[in-house]
Nanobody
């Protein structure tokens, strides 16, 4: 599976962005998907995950309510809608795919990683 994240950019605090991750391969619908982020000088952290059918979602506690993960198995995409962005949301955002049907915040659950897309939030 190859993953290509897009949609990052510069946004003012309080604004919104929608990230998208396009996956190659016919088995996309059998993978759980996740988003992670890494800010400069910090460890990569979990953002959100969605199960293979989209029926189960999981979020980092601090982000729930502002971020929404969704997927379209007909288009092989998984999106991350982000609202009310804060300067501390600034990071490189990565999408990841796991062969398990349901995944959570642990990086070892994910087998494939995209290259990341930069989100910059100005105050």
């Amino acid at each position: 599976v190859q993953l290509q994240a897009s949609g990052g950019g510069l946004v003012q605090a309080g604004g919104s962005l929608r990230l998208s991750c396009a996956a190659s391969g016919r088995t996309f619908s059998s993978y759980a998907m996740g988003w992670f982020r890494q800010a400069p000088g910090k460890e990569r952290e979990f953002v959100a995950a969605i199960s293979w059918t989209g029926g189960i979602t999981d979020y980092a506690r601090s982000l729930k309510g502002r971020f929404t993960i969704s997927r379209d198995n007909t288009k092989n995409t998984v999106d991350l809608q982000m609202i009310s962005l804060k300067p501390e949301d600034m990071a490189v955002y990565y999408c990841a795919a796991g062969r398990k049907r349901v995944t959570g915040p642990e990086e070892y659950d994910y087998d494939y990683w995209g290259q990341g897309t930069q989100v910059t939030v100005s105050s």
